[in-house]
């Protein structure tokens, strides 16, 4: 199991970039990475997922580099309503995988 | 993205009556689906996983005679709490991986559950 270590919190400015970092030293080959965020009292929402380089949608970037062993997720122009837990994970699509979660990154955006 | 429902969003029962927690993919088929509970300003934490048509695999410390899952169809799995005590309130949340008509890479989750036994 791909287990997942991000740093516990973070705060930030309205305006700024965020970027978070989760490591994954014992990912798998076919293994991909999915960040997700959460907010209080709500299911994990799907932000992006990635296997390798760069992926970029409508709200974030994925960095992922070549040996895999980390990824960064990064938040262009932060708002308050950013504020919430972030958690990335890992995993594939064997039907016996199990995703675990890691501790999650409260990010805390200031006016 | 694709929908995951969960039903009830919030549930009060009685100490030592069931409840049961329904999880629905509503646009796609989930062949595997996992259940997790969460404490306040905690991480989730996962419960078992279940596939279709088959027995679920609970994790460690977690009582299968306790947290009946069922997961009959496609699209639908459910949990059960039976004998509720007031350490078993939490928010639970389900999860599902699509299958065959959906990338299996990718789990979506349902809005989760609060269980208040009183």
């Known amino acids: 199991l791909a287990k997942t270590t991000q740093p516990i919190s973070m705060d930030s400015y309205e305006g700024q970039e965020v970027n978070i970092t989760c490591s994954h030293n014992?990912?798998?080959?076919?293994?991909?990475i999915t960040w997700y965020q959460q907010f209080p009292s709500q299911g994990p929402r799907f932000i992006i997922q990635?296997?390798?380089t760069k992926v970029t949608n409508e709200v974030a970037s994925l960095f992922i580099p070549a040996d895999r062993k980390s990824s960064t997720l990064s938040l262009p122009r932060v708002s308050l309503s950013d504020t919430a837990v972030y958690y990335c994970?890992?995993?594939?699509?064997?039907?016996?995988?199990?995703?675990?979660f890691g501790t999650g990154t409260r990010l805390k955006v200031l006016a | 993205g694709a929908v995951v429902s969960q039903h009830p969003s919030r549930v009060i029962c009685k100490s030592g009556t069931s409840v049961k927690i329904e999880c629905r993919s509503l646009?796609?088929?989930?062949?595997?689906m996992f259940w997790y509970r969460q404490f306040p300003k905690q991480s989730l934490m996962l419960m078992a996983t279940?596939?279709?048509?088959?027995?679920?695999?609970?994790e460690q410390g977690v009582e299968k005679d306790k947290f009946l899952i069922n997961h009959a169809s496609l699209t639908l799995s459910t949990l059960t709490v039976t004998s509720a005590h007031p350490e078993d309130s939490s928010f639970y949340i389900c999860?599902?991986?699509?299958?065959?008509?959906?990338?299996?890479?990718?789990?979506?989750f349902g809005e989760g559950s609060w269980l208040t036994v009183v």
């Open positions: 999860s599902a991986r699509g299958g065959r008509d959906r990338s299996g890479n990718t789990i979506y």
């Open positions: 014992n990912i798998a080959t076919n293994d991909y």
């Open positions: 990635g296997y390798k």
């Open positions: 994970l890992v995993g594939g699509d064997s039907g016996t995988y199990k995703y675990i």
């Open positions: 646009d796609f088929q989930a062949t595997t």
């Open positions: 279940s596939n279709e048509g088959s027995k679920a695999t609970y």
